[in-house]
């Protein structure tokens, strides 16, 4: 008898996580949140305590070539710390492990710390502990944040009701695009290393791959406002995977507007001058780190007049689909790319 063998690309990222998630049985009545949001969320005397965890591999998540090492400190950070926003919950402290190869120099970890400490003094935590290893291929990092709310306070991706209003901070899509520019001009420096990349007229995209900010301004700002979003996730893979898992989580359908997805204008002209249609960086772009939130309507006037937060669209009923409405008016069904690890 032959022992079946499933891939994992059949099952994708998140249907493994779900597989996996079938196996796990929670014991302490303390765990009010276990697999399955931006981080878990544990019972702590009188507040609650998330915990969330990242991993970033040399050579899948950062390229060396590229990405300063300083970056890639701060990014490690940086992502750990918005799946904290997503939660409305303020971050802590963090753990750092790294694995390292004989290539990397006691300076070489310097940089890479350089950034983490920005980090950490830029969202008020603490490093307060980690493990390090020896790598056979190149390095590995692994961050994990500890945040704190009041229970009342933490946003899930299931809390969204018909008629709550979709919001978004800052644009999307530029992660992306910054992306697509470092991979062709390290082609062209692999090509020719005599040619210098000119890097000058794209640091609003590249900037944006290599060091992204953790949105905990509009956190802070929501609470001073005495909003709290009725769901809440980060932006990690792309604004149409992360409407479907709002709409799956909170069993409602959605409806977003093509004129009000927001965009940058150098990101706008470089996915352009790449041949890449903008909207479909919108949606489809991985690594924005900005927060997809719903609001109830009552709270709209509060938040109306916000340079940076953008009203896309709304909740309605689960069989009413999920639906991008074209600047022509026509319905589109929104389809979930997303960023495909496997
Ligand atoms: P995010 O993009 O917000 O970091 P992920 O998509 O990575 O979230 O993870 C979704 C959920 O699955 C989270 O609750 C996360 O903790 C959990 N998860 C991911 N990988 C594993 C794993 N290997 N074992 C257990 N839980 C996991
Ligand atoms: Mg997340």
């Known amino acids: 008898m032959s022992e079946k063998r499933t891939e994992i690309s059949e099952l994708g990222e998140f249907g493994l996580i779900d597989h996996l998630n079938s196996t796990v049985i929670i014991k302490n009545p303390g765990t009010l949140k276990g697999i399955g949001d931006d981080a878990a969320v544990i019972e702590a005397g009188d507040h609650v305590k998330v915990v969330t965890t990242d991993l970033l591999l040399e050579g899948v998540h950062f390229d060396l070539s590229y990405a300063p090492l300083t970056h890639v400190g701060f990014k490690a950070v940086a992502v750990n710390i918005s799946d904290v926003a997503a939660m409305n919950a303020i971050p802590k402290q963090i753990t750092v492990s790294i694995a390292l190869s004989n290539r990397f120099s006691v300076e070489a970890v310097d940089a890479l710390y350089e950034g983490i400490n920005a980090a950490c003094e830029h969202y008020g935590v603490d490093l307060v502990g980690g493990d390090t290893t020896a790598s056979r291929g190149g390095l590995v990092i692994s961050v994990t944040a500890i945040g704190e709310a009041q229970k009342e306070q933490i946003t899930y991706r299931t809390g969204a009701k018909v008629n709550d209003i979709l919001c978004v901070t800052g644009d999307l899509g530029s992660a992306l695009v910054g992306l697509q520019i470092l991979e062709r001009e390290k082609q062209v420096y692999l090509a020719n290393p005599e040619m210098k990349p000119d890097l000058e007229k794209y640091t609003v995209v590249t900037g944006r791959q290599l060091r992204p900010d953790a949105r905990m301004d509009i956190i802070h700002e929501m609470r001073e406002l005495e909003i709290v979003p009725t769901s809440m996730m980060d932006i990690s893979d792309g604004l149409a995977s992360e409407i479907f898992h709002i709409c799956k989580g909170s069993g409602v359908g959605a409806t977003i507007y093509e004129d009000k997805l927001p965009i940058d204008k150098q990101t706008f002209d470089t996915a352009v001058e790449l041949n890449l249609d903008p909207i479909t960086c919108v ?55 997303g960023w495909k690890h496997f």
């Open 283 to 337: 949606l489809n772009g991985g690594e924005d780190y900005e927060l997809l939130f719903t609001i109830d309507q009552k709270d709209f006037e509060k938040l109306e007049k916000h340079s940076d937060i953008h009203f896309i669209g709304h909740i309605t009923k689960a069989e009413e689909g999920k639906y991008l409405v074209t600047k022509s008016g026509t319905a589109v069904q929104l389809k979930a790319q």
